[in-house]
């Protein structure tokens, strides 16, 4: 009778509930944390790594005939709005895959040849913020009969707040081409590397003389004729540099302020300073700075400290900075009496004086 008394004093302390299984509700509420971080963090190193040029496979570049040129102008702004949507993965898939979605460029480089645009270029993709095809895409000078969607799928993948960027040097000497960036989006912004015309003419020359050592000499393809010293403005290395007469064109479908004019020579000499101006211009912060710098004194030029997706130094390959030949005094004092009305009229133009003379 007594241990069963026991037995029934001790019942109600057998039938008491667990107790609360408070330990493991934190346990799961730090692995959703821990679940979420590692989601956040993969979405936005993919996002990054998709940028890195060479990976987007492209079609090979066809030359454009100036017959699908034109059928592809007389569809009209409404076929190119329509061939210029935005690509239709939602942004919960895109979270997901980490893969960002390619996009029509916000900004290009559009000039000029020998400026400096491959620097400027590298210099910029220092920034989070921007993603940058490597190869020049050509889409406005030789490619528009491929179509937006073709231009588009050379993009690299960016994520919300990136801007989407390319550079192609002879857009800013194409007549067609200002025409052709303003259908695909009239907000598009522009930048233009120049360089003093007669330094430029001379590093074109260059370059054509390194893959093309028989040519004539620089004297001898700059006049028409020396006698009279009729400057010939046929020859491309010439006409590039008559910036004044190439803007007025681009004046017609972009207001200047539209247009950014980065000096080619303060790139060499203050390039953060010159980053520092792009970087406003595109509406992004001020990241890259004279920390990313050195002066590299076997170029002649600066190099980034650690370029886009490495930690090792990067300098510009051998085909930048080359040796220039010596040309004839008389003929570079001849070419920079020949540019002086036209540099005058661009300082005018630009509102900026670039010092070339």
Known sequence: MGQR??????????????PPLLPVRRK?????????????????????????PGLAGRPAAAAGSGEAAATAGAHGEGLQEQSAAPDPTSPISSFFNGSGTKKLPQAI???VKK???????????????????GAEPHFFDRNYEQGFAWYRDLMPRTLDGQI????????????EAPARIS???KGTKLIVVVRDPVTRAISDYTQTLSKKPDIPTFESLTFKNRTTGLIDTSWSAIQIGIYAKHLENWLLYFPIGQILFVSGERLISDPAGELGRVQDFLGLKRIITDKHFYFNKTKGFPCLKKAE????????????GRTHPNIDRE???RLREFYRPFNMKFYQMTGHDFGWD
């Open 164 to 175: 989407t960027m390319e550079k192609t040097p002879s857009y800013f000497v194409t007549k």
């Open 115 to 133: 400026g400096g645009t491959r620097a400027l270029l590298e210099f910029l993709r220092v920034h989070p913020d921007i993603r940058a095809v």
């Open 5 to 18: 008394l026991i037995c029934c004093l001790d019942a109600p302390s057998a039938l008491q509930p667990p």
């Open 331 to 333: 003929v570079v004092q």
């Open 183 to 185: 259908a695909m989006s």
């Open 109 to 111: 480089i559009i000039g």
């Open 28 to 52: 799961l509420l730090l692995l959703c944390i821990m679940l979420f971080l590692w989601l956040y963090m993969f979405y936005s190193c993919a996002g990054s790594c998709a940028s890195v």
């Open 309 to 320: 997706g490495s930690s090792k130094p990067h300098c510009l390959g051998k085909t930048k």
